[in-house]
């Protein structure tokens, strides 16, 4: 059996991605020193891989239901790839969960390339050399380049979103001369690090409430 991770995703494709118009929109991008990167606002405050910004001040740009609006964060690093992010209002955001789905399930991958929202169906997989979450890599999935690491995962309906995980990477496993590729997520086994991070901070959030986001 031959095992290899690959990051970053490789290749783009415009055909796999619709805009959507749902008003609720929790996808960020993170604008720090090396660059701008995916993240999504939750309950908890954002949370993003630190491909371009694991550390200082960052800028987030967040949808609103009336535009984009851009805001200042610090860099806040949970472990094991996460990082994390408060602004000074509240963002759009969603809820986590921490039930992972059966294989075979489907779920929802959303991701922006500039202004632009798209979304995608996905299916979860399991394969007995592989831990953690998975997704099928589809010929969608395959086409997504490194700028769409960190693109959220869900699981709900449109409107009532759950924040799964965060898009890492992709695997390939070839065994018995067959290969198989999966879109690897970061998922709830690593997102209760925001929780609790959050629960145990001595920092408590108070929103501000401005007069050009009422």
Request: with cysteine.
């Amino acid at each position: 059996m031959k095992t290899s991770l690959l990051l970053p995703l490789v290749l783009i494709g415009s055909a796999a991605c619709t805009s959507t118009g749902v008003h609720l929109d929790p996808v960020v991008h993170i604008h720090g020193t090396n660059g701008t990167e995916l993240g999504v606002a939750t309950d908890y405050g954002v949370v993003f891989l630190g491909t371009r910004a694991k550390s200082g001040a960052v800028e987030v740009s967040a949808w609103f239901e009336d535009g984009p609006g851009l805001e200042n964060g610090i860099v806040e690093p949970l472990g094991n790839g996460l990082y994390t992010t408060q602004t000074e209002i509240r963002l759009p955001a969603v809820p986590m969960t921490f039930v992972a789905p059966a294989a075979g399930e489907e779920v929802t991958v959303i991701g922006r390339r500039g202004g632009e929202r798209w979304e995608m169906r996905a299916k979860v997989a399991a394969d007995p050399h592989v831990e953690g979450l998975v997704l099928r890599a589809s010929s969608e999935l395959r086409s997504l380049d490194e700028s769409q690491l960190g693109a959220g995962v869900f699981v709900g309906r449109p409107g009532h979103y759950r924040l799964l995980g965060l898009v890492s990477g992709t695997l390939r496993i070839e065994s018995q001369g067959s290969l198989r590729e999966f879109l690897t997520v970061v998922g709830p086994q690593d997102l209760w690090r925001l929780v609790t991070y959050r629960r145990n901070s001595e920092i408590r959030q108070r929103w501000v409430y401005r007069e050009d986001v009422l």
